[in-house]
Every structure is written in structure tokens, then in C-alpha cells.
């Protein structure tokens, strides 16, 4: 039997019940047929409110959120699979200073609001963008440069372990000379995945967000899912714009990067199905 190396990204949008029971239980499934299992997860909603509750460094925000929702998963995994068969292991992410998201944010975190007005935690840094369901708060979101623990992960893999990491996509950092310093930002956990996956040389990515595909013309009544697609047709709809920036947007370029890089497909589904996922009968995107 061929084993694979999975890396399953999970939203922290879908972070409902339902979600994270499908979620582990695949996770659980996939590792007790002897393939190697990376889970990385968002927490937008939860990062967010913890910003707007004390303020404070975003990095060290991220870290604090992601340490403690990697936990609840672990907790979660473990009722499927056997107790001490995952490890969270917390992620730095370099980045670099001159990246246009500290100048121009575009990264929506916390909840959603009606009126731009209602959300909280506005500044001239930290601006207000409308979405499909609503109003949120933007900020930095740079690109993940390189994922220090890669190793790290690569080991707890190849120990038999699952392991979750690059929680909120980990923790954006600056390299200056022989030191890290945290940046005041958060990391697209999408692409942090996509490079995780890349560094990992994985056979398999999963993003698993609260729709089963992603959409032309999503939000609007000639909305229509999108099955199957090549790597250049999905780059030429990004590059359109087609795909909601902050959304479905960096979710399709992890996507794209990742089965450009390693010439293995990649899909996007529903946390709730996750199995359905999996299976490839969502949208898979192909090299």
C-alpha cells in the first residue's frame, strides 16, 4: 500500500462543531491507514477578537491563539485516534519589511459587521473592507517567505506522530542579522500551508472552508462551482480577480502554488464534508 503525506489546512470560519468532528475523523482515518498527516488551521474570528479585546502585537496574538486553538484540536483528533498521537508544534514565518501589505493591509481578521462603522478596532493602520457576508477588519497579511519549523514538522511526521501546525498560519517574523523579531502582522494560513506542503515535498493539500468549491461569480445568483481545473486556467481567473481577495483569493493562489511546485493536486472543499473532500470530489485543482 502507498502511504502519502497529507497537509490539511481547516479554516478558522468553519471552526463549528460539525466541522471539527468531520475534520479529526478524516485526519484520524487518513493517519490509521499509515499516511503522514500535517493539520494547520486559521483563527481569523479569534485572533480578531483578541486584538480588538487587549490590542497588542498581532505575531504574539497569533501565537497565543494558535498554541491554545491547536490544542482543542489535538483534543478533538485524539478522541478518534489514539491518546499522544499528535503533537502541536507552534510556527515562526519570515517575512519581509518592504512587503506592500504593511503599507496597503488586506487581510480580514475578527468577526463580520453591517455597517463599517459598528467594527471595532479601526485605525488609519488597520482599515475596514466590505465582503460578501459583511464588514471586517483588515491588516497585514505579508507573504510567508519560509516556515522556520519545517524540520521540526518533518520529524514529528516520520516519528508517527500528527502534527498541527502553522496555527493562524504561524507567527510573521523579521530575520535582522542573527535574530528574529516579531512583525505586527498575521500570516494567510492558506499560503503558509502551501509553503509547509512545499517544504515538506507533500503528496496531497487540503483547504477545508465552509463551502464544498470554489465559485465563479460566487455570492451572486450565476454563481456556479468549479470541479476540476488545470493550474493555468485557475492562475488566469485569479489574475481576473474572479476569486474574493482575503476569501477564496489566497485559498486558490495556495492551491496554485503548491501542485505548480510539487506537480500534485490540491483541492478545495467543506470542512463538513471533509471525507467528500478527500476523496477529490470537490474542487481539485490539477498540475
Do not use: W
Request: net charge positive; hydrophobic share 40%.
Amino acid at each position: 500500500m502507498i502511504h502519502l503525506r497529507y497537509v490539511i489546512a481547516l479554516g478558522g470560519n468553519s471552526f463549528t462543531e460539525t466541522g471539527i468532528r468531520a475534520a479529526s475523523r478524516e485526519v484520524a482515518r487518513l493517519h490509521a491507514l499509515g499516511n503522514q498527516v500535517v493539520v494547520t488551521h486559521g483563527n481569523g474570528p479569534q485572533v480578531g477578537a483578541l486584538y480588538i479585546t487587549k490590542g497588542g502585537n498581532l505575531s504574539a496574538l497569533t501565537r497565543e491563539t494558535g498554541i491554545s486553538l491547536g490544542m482543542q484540536l489535538k483534543e478533538r483528533i485524539e478522541e478518534e485516534a489514539r491518546k499522544g498521537s499528535v503533537e502541536v508544534i507552534p510556527t515562526k514565518v519570515i517575512v519581509s519589511k518592504s512587503d506592500p501589505e504593511f503599507s496597503n493591509p488586506t487581510k480580514p481578521i475578527g468577526l463580520f459587521y453591517k455597517t463599517p462603522d459598528a467594527v471595532p478596532g479601526r485605525s488609519d493602520r488597520f482599515n475596514v473592507k466590505k465582503m460578501v457576508g459583511g464588514y471586517r477588519l483588515v491588516v497585514p497579511s505579508p507573504k510567508p517567505l519560509k516556515i522556520l519549523e519545517t524540520s521540526k514538522v518533518g520529524k514529528c511526521l516520520t516519528s508517527g506522530k500528527i502534527a498541527i501546525a502553522a496555527g493562524g498560519g504561524g507567527s510573521a517574523v523579521f530575520k535582522d542579522k542573527h535574530r528574529y523579531t516579531p512583525a505586527n502582522a498575521v500570516i494567510d494560513k492558506d499560503l503558509a500551508s502551501a509553503r509547509l506542503a512545499i517544504g515538506l515535498s507533500a503528496d496531497f493539500l487540503a483547504i477545508l472552508t465552509k463551502v464544498r468549491f470554489a465559485y465563479t461569480d460566487f455570492g451572486t445568483r450565476h454563481q456556479k462551482p468549479i470541479f476540476g481545473i488545470g493550474i493555468s486556467r485557475a492562475q488566469a481567473l485569479l489574475e481576473k480577480g474572479v476569486f474574493e481577495a482575503g476569501s477564496m483569493g489566497p485559498k486558490m493562489e495556495a492551491c496554485i502554488d503548491f501542485s505548480r511546485s510539487c506537480r500534485k493536486p490540491s483541492i478545495i472543499g467543506s470542512m463538513n464534508s471533509a471525507k467528500s473532500a478527500i476523496a477529490m470530489r470537490e474542487t481539485v485543482i490539477r498540475p
